[in-house]
């Protein structure tokens, strides 16, 4: 997807922003299942990719027949359920003291407590699910978000991500033979695994850890105080570009830089002209100086995963998306999916989609006459860089068309 990083997706920061929590508890009691061998397969099932290569899985909670969606997501220290979905299916809810905290806000969270998820093939018990709000997530990705899964469920078992295949297969931990062709890496694990990298750009060389953050669907996520530390932008003779963009977060709307990075590199694995996004961790969500900042989806989308926590082991081996071009388109069109239509919800000032005329609350009902409706069909369409693709939209009940000018980030 990705997980893109550029301005008309700065939308995905929000995963990062929402689901790089921590908090005080995390819950890891033994699930409820029959003996069985160490490393055997226990269940192998289908997932859904959206842009940066967020992993969506659908579940149910025992006791409730309805299928909900859920974020696989290493950036999460715990479990959760959205808060609507809660109300809607009589989950009742603890009050605690606990915070959650993210970047712009924190806040006090309520718990579902003991609570058993059913995933096809498998049920885990004595879960505690905190309760956040994923409507702004929902309205993101055009699909209900119910909830994330993270820490709370992988830490139980052996998990491989096949992003060729689109599959998941679960492992009782234990002794566990990885395949040819990648690379173990050994991270610092607690609730969030943490791996090291190098990064480049210029003159400038560092090596720093990073969290490893497949619930982010951007490329990198870098703290304006790392950034200014290494001087890893001020380094090159000719400035690469870096550009205004907002994203949401916690405490509400954010200022946020993106530009690329010249290298990174990961264990043996070397990505240049990388996408970042930059910002002021007033929250400090991105631990700067222990760590560097944060890797997402859409640079590990490029690998199958095998997340072993038991072992503190996550096995990385390239895939077909290994080469796949980075996403350099800049529009500063911010799109959101919302009572089933597609919104523009907010335009970035001086962008093509300002200059095109575009304007907050205008409704997309066509791109290059596609009626579709389809969320992620337009996202698609609108990041070919150096086309102006026809956008028919909706304003005051009256009809327009638009042309905007995909531009890149390079």
């Not at 006090?108 to 018990?125: E, N």
């Not at 993106?258 to 290298?263: G, M, R, S």
């Not at 694995?269 to 991105?286: A, E, G, K, L």
């Amino acid at each position: 997807m990705q997980k893109s990083t550029l301005l008309k997706h700065c939308w995905l920061i929000i995963i990062a922003i929402t689901c790089l929590f921590h908090v005080a508890t995390a819950q890891t009691q033994p699930t409820t299942a029959s003996p069985r061998k160490p490393g055997e397969l226990i269940t192998r099932f289908p997932f859904k990719q959206y842009y940066g290569g967020v992993v969506v899985i659908r579940a149910c909670l025992a006791g409730i027949p309805d299928t909900l969606q859920f974020i696989l997501d290493t950036g999460s220290a715990g479990i959760s359920l959205d808060t609507n979905t809660c109300i809607q299916l009589g989950i009742h809810l603890t009050p605690t003291d606990r915070i959650v905290r993210g970047v712009g806000g924190s806040k006090t969270v309520s718990f579902a407590m003991d609570r058993s998820l059913q995933l096809p093939g498998l049920q885990v018990d004595s879960l505690d699910f905190h309760i956040n709000d994923y409507e702004l997530i929902s309205q993101v990705y055009g699909l209900q978000v119910d909830g994330i899964v993270g820490y709370s469920l992988l830490s139980k078992f052996i998990v491989q991500v096949d992003y060729d295949t689109e599959m998941i297969s679960i492992y009782e931990k234990g002794p566990f033979s990885y395949p040819k062709g990648g690379q173990l890496m050994r991270p610092s694990l607690t609730l969030i695994p943490i791996v090291n990298a190098f990064l480049k750009n210029g003159k400038a060389q560092h090596y720093n850890r990073y969290y490893f953050d497949t619930g982010a669907g951007m490329c990198l996520l870098l703290s304006q105080q790392f950034v200014k530390d290494s001087a890893i932008l001020s380094s090159r003779k000719r400035q690469r570009k870096v550009i205004q963009t907002e994203a949401q977060g916690l405490g509400g709307k954010m200022t946020m830089d993106i530009t690329t990075i010249q290298e990174f590199k990961l264990g043996n694995y070397s990505f240049r002209n990388v996408p970042v996004y930059i910002f002021d961790d007033v929250t400090n969500v991105t631990a700067y100086p222990f760590l560097g900042g944060m890797v997402g989806n859409d640079l590990l989308r490029r690998f199958n995963l095998i997340l072993n926590y038991g072992k503190k082991e996550i096995y990385v081996m390239p895939n077909s998306h290994y080469k796949d071009p980075f996403d350099y388109s800049y529009t500063g069109l911010i799109i959101y999916l919302i009572d089933g239509r597609v919104e523009v919800t907010d335009i970035i000032k001086g962008s093509p989609a300002e200059k095109a005329g575009l304007q907050k609350g205008d409704l997309i009902i066509a791109v290059n006459n596609i009626f579709s409706g389809n969320l992620q069909l337009y996202r698609d369409i609108l990041k070919n860089v150096g086309t102006r693709p026809t956008l028919l939209i909706m304003r005051n009940k009256e009809l327009m068309i638009k042309k905007i000018q995909i531009k890149s980030i390079l």
